[in-house]
C-alpha cells in the first residue's frame, strides 16, 4: 500500500454531526497504542501489535501521511480512517485503487461513529479525486465491517481466500453512491 500522494492534503479538519476527522498529533499517541494493542480490534485483522513493542517504538507525534485520519470525539481520539493506494493487492480488480481501512475503539462501536466518519472521509475522497472509486477489502466474517460497508454503499466485487479466511472486496463509486 502506498499514500495517496494527494495534492489536497492536509485538508482542513473535516466535521460532521458529533465528530472531527483530522491529522494524528501528539496528543493521540495513547489511543493510538489502545487501538493497534488492541486483541478485540485485530480479532480479523492478524492479531495485536504487542503492548511493550509499541509504547517502545510509536513515534511522540503519530505518522502523517495523505489518507490518515484521526477521528477525534470531543477532543480525544476514539479511531483512524485509513485511505491508501491498493498497489500491490493480490486482487487484479483493487490493483492501483484507492483502499478504504477503519479502527474504532471498542469503547465507541455501536453508536454509528464510524459511518459517520467513513461517509466524510469518502465524501473528502470524492472532492478530491472526482470520479474515482474506491475498495475495501474485510473478512467475510468480521459482520460489523461486513454491514457498515453495504451501509457506505460498497457493492460486492468478489470473495476470496486469504490470509487463512474467505474475504470480501467490495467497491464504492461516487455514482452507484448517490444512487
Ligand atoms: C468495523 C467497525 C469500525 C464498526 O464499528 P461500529 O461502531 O459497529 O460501526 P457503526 O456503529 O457505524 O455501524 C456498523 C453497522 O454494523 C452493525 N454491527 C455492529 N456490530 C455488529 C455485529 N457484531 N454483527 C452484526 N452487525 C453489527 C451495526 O448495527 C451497524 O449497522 P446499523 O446501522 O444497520 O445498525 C468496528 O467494529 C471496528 O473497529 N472493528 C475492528 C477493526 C476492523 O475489523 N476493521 C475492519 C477492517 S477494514
Not at 517504538?57 to 476514539?78: A, H, K, N, T, Y
Not at 472509486?133 to 474485510?138: K, R
Request: some cysteine.
Amino acid at each position: 500500500m502506498d499514500d495517496l500522494g494527494s495534492a489536497a492534503w492536509p485538508p482542513e479538519p473535516i466535521r460532521t454531526g458529533r465528530l472531527v476527522l483530522r491529522e494524528p498529533e501528539g496528543r493521540d499517541r495513547a489511543a493510538f497504542v489502545e487501538l493497534l494493542a488492541s486483541p478485540e480490534v485485530h480479532t480479523y485483522l492478524g492479531g495485536p501489535r504487542p503492548r511493550d513493542e509499541l509504547e517502545r517504538e510509536l513515534p511522540g507525534v503519530p505518522e502523517r501521511w495523505p489518507g490518515s485520519f484521526v477521528i477525534d470525539l470531543d477532543g480525544s481520539m476514539i479511531g483512524q480512517i485509513l485511505l491508501r493506494r491498493a498497489t500491490g493487492h493480490r486482487r487484479p480488480a483493487a490493483a492501483g485503487k484507492a483502499d478504504l481501512g477503519y479502527l474504532f475503539l471498542p469503547r465507541a462501536w455501536g453508536c454509528g461513529y464510524a459511518g459517520e466518519a467513513c461517509a466524510a472521509a469518502l465524501g473528502w475522497f470524492a472532492a478530491a479525486h472526482p470520479g474515482e472509486p474506491v475498495v475495501l477489502t474485510t473478512q467475510t466474517a468480521n459482520l460489523a465491517s461486513m454491514r457498515l460497508a453495504a451501509k457506505l454503499g460498497f457493492t460486492e466485487v468478489e470473495r476470496f481466500e486469504a490470509w487463512g479466511a474467505e474475504q470480501w472486496l467490495g467497491m464504492w463509486s461516487p455514482v452507484t453512491a448517490s444512487r
